[in-house]
């Protein structure tokens, strides 16, 4: 029985930001979230308005969300476009920071990255079921790659969306408040950029395109909020 080809889907092509600002808005909101938590009463006692949000972490949750508000509102007035991936992690943000908030219960802002790296997981895997790469979507970027190069790239971000979901999972349910944050911002961080320069021999072998272009877009690595 012959194999399907991949078929890739990508996004219209768009001018790209500075590498510079792109890294400020995808990582802005992360650092934030971090610096918050770790001087959340510093922050109450030199702004008397956030102590009423309650402990630091959800001092950090309502910061997170106003960043998160402040980078996809940038991207879009300089752009005239949101990228998928930040769009769908800012909505999931805006709906379980409320939810942290609202029911002083930061079991749901925790959850948050288990929601969103699901959420990309199934939509790779369920793309490929159905010969579909979503890849140019959910990087907003397009490779230019042969079909096998689509179809085992797609398997492998796809299986570590899921793995990220689980990890999140494991160390929010193990692990301190503190040292959930902290590992959200400098474990979850090197692990991706490890996991994509680890893509680059697949992405070579395949590529259609200069070495040189295909380097570039590889390192765009996604950033998730």
């Known amino acids: 029985m012959s194999v399907e080809p991949i078929e890739p889907v990508a996004p219209a092509k768009k001018a790209e930001p500075h590498p510079l600002l792109k890294l400020v808005l995808e990582l802005g909101p992360l650092l934030v979230f971090f610096f ?23 001092i950090a949750t309502g910061l997170f969300m106003v ?6 509102t940038v ?14 992690s800012g909505v999931v943000v805006f709906i379980f920071g409320a939810l942290t908030l609202y029911l002083q219960n930061e079991t749901f802002i925790k959850m948050k990255p288990t929601i969103v790296n699901t959420m990309f997981g199934a939509i790779l895997l369920g793309g490929l079921y159905f010969g579909k790469s979503l890849l140019g979507y959910v990087f907003d ?10 179809r085992k790239l797609t398997l492998r971000w796809g299986v ?10 494991v160390v929010w349910r193990a692990f301190s408040t503190d040292f959930w944050v902290a590992f959200k911002v400098w474990g979850t961080m090197p692990i991706t950029i490890a ?27 996604p950033t998730e909020g």
């Open 36 to 58: 918050a938590n770790s001087r959340g009463e510093w922050l109450a006692s030199t702004f008397p308005m956030l102590a009423d949000l309650g402990d630091p972490i959800f």
């Open 67 to 72: 960043a998160t508000a402040i980078s996809l």
């Open 75 to 88: 991207s879009w007035l300089l752009l005239r476009t949101v990228p998928m991936m930040p769009l769908i």
């Open 141 to 150: 970027s397009a490779f230019k790659l042969d079909s096998e190069g689509w």
């Open 160 to 169: 570590f969306f899921l793995f990220l979901a689980v990890l999140n999972e």
């Open 195 to 221: 996991f994509t320069m680890a893509q680059m021999p697949l992405i070579m072998r395949h590529s259609l395109e200069p070495k040189e272009q295909t380097v570039e877009k590889a390192m765009e690595k």
